[in-house]
């Protein structure tokens, strides 16, 4: 009996260990907690990659920053230490302005304008990326951006000197522009900014506001639709390559799904977000004419002096996207 046993124990172990040496188990960080819609795709992605491979890869999500933290991720899977990524995909416009295209004030502001600027950016950043062995997996925009404020703002004017949540440097320019004194926080962060009074207004989605739950420590949200922002889920190509064949397929096949749901998602956010946003008390406001030409006036100014940083293929980007 205990020979049986014995034998059957070790028949099991060697049956486990052959299904471990094809498995294969990704570690993916991303920098916004579970409750985001982005990263509910992302778990579906996931999923949809194990389904699709018969468990030949897993891959391991590790939201809001727990794994590296949001500046550090697309270093991380640039020198291999992950092999896959999400992030804000402006916050790589230092290595070249176009990847902060998406972030520029009233360039894009609808779901299809984003659309046709992310086909006029898709093979830039393609090229861009793959100089630093980055491979593009599908791309999401977060839902157009608003402004949260703690009263009600009817000119730029209003926004004279207060203190400021911003996620990139082209946000952070934009409030300087407004007169405003801008504080760089991640997602994870904001509540405490607020109550601990680091900031006092930001510019971010209904989704972020809501997850945030703004209205305990904000009062009004102007729907001012200023750019759709989106988030990158990239591969480290050396990883990538050593998958199987059917297994790199399979992962792309899953990228493209996953792109496609995610814009729907984002789409079905916006309203949904403002709607809890509303029921909890904050005052959604229609932006004045006057405050409107104000922020135009700023994103003017602003694609001026992107246009003079970003060259040539900046120039190639904008004509893609006008025509
Ligand atoms: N939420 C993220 C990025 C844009 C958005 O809507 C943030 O606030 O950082």
Redesign the pocket.
Same mark, same amino acid.
């Given at each position: 009996m205990k020979l049986f046993k014995l034998i059957g124990g070790a028949a099991f172990a060697v049956a486990a260990l052959g299904v471990s040496a094809q498995a294969e188990t990704w570690d993916m960080p991303t920098p =916004?907690p579970d409750a985001t819609f982005h990263t509910a795709n992302i778990h579906d992605f996931a999923k949809d990659v194990a389904d699709k491979t018969g468990g030949k890869l897993e891959i391991k999500v590790h939201s809001a920053g727990s794994l590296f933290k949001h500046p550090e991720i697309s270093k991380a899977v640039r020198s291999g230490q992950v092999p896959v990524g999400e992030f804000?995909l402006s916050l790589l416009n230092n290595d070249n302005p176009a990847f902060g295209a998406d972030s520029l004030p009233f360039l894009a502001t609808s779901y299809g304008d984003a659309e046709k600027l992310w086909a006029a950016q898709k093979p830039i950043i393609d090229k861009l990326l793959d100089v630093q062995g980055l491979m593009p997996l599908y791309a999401v925009p977060?839902?157009p951006?608003g402004l949260y404020t703690t009263k009600e703002i009817k000119t730029v004017d209003d926004l004279k000197g207060v203190k400021f949540r911003t =996620?990139n440097a082209t946000l952070e320019e934009f409030a300087n522009l407004a007169g405003a004194a801008p504080t760089q926080v991640?997602?994870p962060d904001?509540p405490q900014a607020f109550t601990t009074g680091r900031v006092e207004a930001?510019i %971010? /989605?209904p /989704? %972020?506001g809501a997850n945030s739950k703004a209205w305990d420590f904000l009062s009004h949200y102007t729907d001012i639709q200023a750019w759709l922002?989106k988030?990158i889920v990239v591969v480290n190509k050396r990883s990538f390559r050593r998958l199987d064949d059917d297994v790199q397929a399979a992962v792309l096949e899953a990228a493209a799904a996953a792109e496609t749901r995610g814009w729907e998602m984002s789409k079905a956010e916006t309203a949904a977000k403002v709607a809890i946003l509303k029921e909890n008390g904050i005052t959604v406001v229609e932006p004045s004419e006057e405050l409107m030409s104000s922020l135009k006036a700023i994103g003017a100014d602003m694609l001026d002096n992107w246009k003079a940083s970003a060259g040539d293929e900046g120039a190639a980007l904008l004509d893609a996207y006008n025509n």
């Open positions: =916004y804000f977060w839902p951006q =996620y991640e997602v904001i930001m %971010t /989605s /989704s %972020t922002p988030n």
